[in-house]
Every structure is written in C-alpha cells, then in structure tokens.
C-alpha cells in the first residue's frame, strides 16, 4: 500500500540513475585495478582493457548526467502540473529540454572522435582526441542547464511560498496541497542543489586539468576520486528525493538545510508565514515524534506513580498488621 504511492516513473528514473552512478565508481575502481595489476600507467590508453574500461566508465557518467536532469526537470513538472499559476509553461520545457538534447549530442561527437579517431583542432593537446574540445563544450552547456534548474527551484519555491499565505477564500483542501507543495520543492531545492554542485565540481576540475596542472597520472587520479565522490552524493540525492524511501535519510541528514533555506526564502520573500501555517512534511514528522516521546514519557511517569502508590498502599497494610 505504501509503495502504490511512489510514481513509476520517477521510481524508475531513479533507480536507473542510482545504479548507473554505482557503475562509474565501479569501473573507475576497475580500471585502477588493471593498471595497477599490468604495472602500466593510469592514462595508457593503447592497452585495449584500459581503453575499454575507461570509455565504458565515461559512457555511464555522461548518462547518469542526462538522467539527473531530466529527472529533477521532472520532478518539478509533476508537483506543479495541475496548478494553473504555478505549472511550468511549455516554452520553457521545450528549451530547457532543448539544451539537454544538445549536451547530450555533445556526448555522442566525443565518443565519435575517440572510436573514429577524429582530428579536432584544439589549443591543448589531450591523450584523447576531442576531448578538450567536446568536454568544454558540454561544461558550457552544463553550467547553463544547472543555473536554469537553480533558478527555477528558487522561483518554484518563492512562488509557493508566497501562495501559502493564509487566505479566507482558500478552502481547507486547497490550503493542504500548497502546503504539500511547498514541502516538496522546498526538498526538491535542497537536493537539486546537492546533485548540482557534485555534478560541476568534476567539470570544473577537468577545465583546470587540461589548461593549467596538465594531464598525467596524478591529476587523473584525482579525476576519479573527485568523479566518485560527486556519484555518491549524486546517489544520495536522488534516493532521498524518494518521499516513501528517502524521507527518513532525508530528516536525519539535511533536515537543518530544509528549514534553513525555507528561512532564507521566507526573509528575501518578506512573507510572514508561521511554521503553523505551512506545516512541512519534515516538520511534522519530527513533532509528531516529539509528541510520541513525550506521550510514552507520561505513560511510563503514571506507570511508575502508580507503582510507587501501590507500594506505599502494601507497606502501610503490613505496618498497620504489625502494630495490631
């Protein structure tokens, strides 16, 4: 009953994103291991395995990539789908989902000038050909998609923030969803900025790999321990933006993040909503555990009174005997 609740398609997409971010840190570990097992160097791309297992682990990052875009994309398009003010407009779908098609093409021409061996002009020389060129092409075209996405988290947000402002005319249905509503973008945000950062970090560091430290083994050592680390917060993401599973890893590790950017929002929205009023999901869950804790505390308070006034009530049977 509890799983019925979990969209197939964002479960799928999820699953799909989480395994694929394993399967990088899985070959970056087995390329590693070759080369240390053949004593050859880390970049020594003439030996076939290396080769293989270097492009299969490339192949899964680049798809692991495309699939946490479309997922957040849409995750947002089915929280707000069936609201007329808040829905995202068509336009913007078919040009954001535009950019993600075209970052993806990119993928496709890098892996075409390695297999194919493409001559591509370049300013830096690189041990593979059109990587250079292919990799900040579609850093470019990244740093685009994760500041649309950033911007359309904050203003989601904002916007629903500002619709969770007490209003007579809302009914007490209608009030429930956008404080649902809010609960989820406000989760959405949190872990959408998780997965981006970890998604540029390597990006970032690939850029200043290639034109300033240069390319050899230590740099691309760090390279893969940078990769697998941005897969594993990339993993932790997406699992926790599943409501049913996630939700409990979500509290225990960026509840603070949750209610400090709902603060943040809230203060720049100059909106004066009370933690009563819009009641997150997050929030409840842990009065409603606070609530519990207590009661169990009251019970076992009024199970150890009673305990000690049936003592006393003995005590005072056997004094009363005793003195008879």
Not at 43 to 55: D, K, R, S
Request: charged share 15%; glycine share 4%.
């Amino acid at each position: 009953k509890t799983r019925s609740k979990v969209n197939p398609l964002f479960f799928k997409l999820s699953m799909a994103c989480v395994t694929v971010a394993w399967l990088v840190v899985l070959f970056d570990m087995i390329h590693v291991a070759v080369v240390i097992h053949h004593q050859e160097l880390l970049l020594n791309l003439a030996h076939p395995i290396v080769f293989v297992i270097f492009n299969i682990a490339d192949g899964c990052w680049f798809v692991e990539t495309i699939l946490l875009y479309v997922l957040f994309l849409s995750r947002v398009h089915h929280t707000f789908k069936g609201v007329e003010n808040l829905r995202l407009k068509r336009p913007f779908l078919v040009f954001l989902s535009s950019l993600i098609v075209v970052d993806s093409l990119t993928y496709v021409l890098y892996f075409l000038f390695v297999f194919l061996a493409v001559e591509v002009p370049s300013a830096v020389a690189s041990v593979v050909n059109g990587a250079v060129v292919m990799i900040v092409a579609s850093l470019i075209l990244d740093i685009g998609i994760n500041v649309i996405l950033l911007v359309l988290f904050f203003a989601k947000l904002k916007q629903v923030l500002l619709c969770s402002v007490p209003n007579q005319k809302a009914s007490a249905g209608e009030s429930a969803q956008i404080h649902k509503m809010l609960s989820i973008m406000t989760r959405i945000t949190v872990l959408g900025i998780t997965a981006i950062i970890s998604t540029q970090m390597l990006y970032i560091y690939a850029v200043l790999m290639f034109y300033v430290f240069g390319e050899h083994d230590l740099t691309y050592s760090l390279t893969y321990s940078i990769r697998g680390l941005g897969m594993c917060f990339d993993a932790l993401a997406v699992f926790c933006s599943l409501t049913v599973f996630g939700s409990g890893l979500y509290t225990r590790i960026f509840k603070s993040c949750h209610f400090c950017l709902f603060e943040c929002i809230r203060k720049t929205s100059k909106v004066d909503v009370a933690a009563g009023d819009w009641e997150m999901e997050i929030g409840a869950g842990v009065a409603s555990k606070t609530r519990s804790n207590r009661d169990s505390a009251q019970t076992q308070s009024q199970i150890e009174s009673s305990a000690a006034q049936s003592v006393n009530t003995v005590q005072s049977a056997e004094t009363a005997e005793t003195v008879v």
